[in-house]
């Protein structure tokens, strides 16, 4: 049993579940970058990790505008087009 906490002050929270998962990681792999300080640095340093270990995996980057706000509709279909997976990453 996986228990998912939700940080949002939900009086009612939701309940959700986990996505099935793949065997294996394939295909294009969406590395977002929330904008803060600091983040590129993590996902360079992710990135060099994954590709050591998962050769003939594709990874594009991508940047939303502000940490501050959720990443722009415009974006988020962008990343859902052109990816199987997507890690987002923050740090400061």
Do not use: H, W
Request: net charge positive; hydrophobic share 40%; with cysteine.
């Amino acid at each position: 049993m996986v228990t998912i906490l939700d940080p949002t002050d939900e009086r009612v929270p939701v309940r959700r579940s986990l996505a099935a998962r793949p065997e294996a990681v394939s295909g294009v792999v969406g590395l977002l970058d929330i904008s803060k300080p600091r983040g590129n640095v993590l996902i360079d340093r992710l990135e060099a990790r994954l590709r050591e270990r998962l050769p003939g995996v594709e990874f594009r980057r991508y940047a939303k505008p502000t940490f501050t706000k959720p990443a722009p509709e415009d974006l988020r279909q962008k990343i859902k087009e052109e990816c199987g997976f997507v890690i987002e990453a923050l740090a400061d």
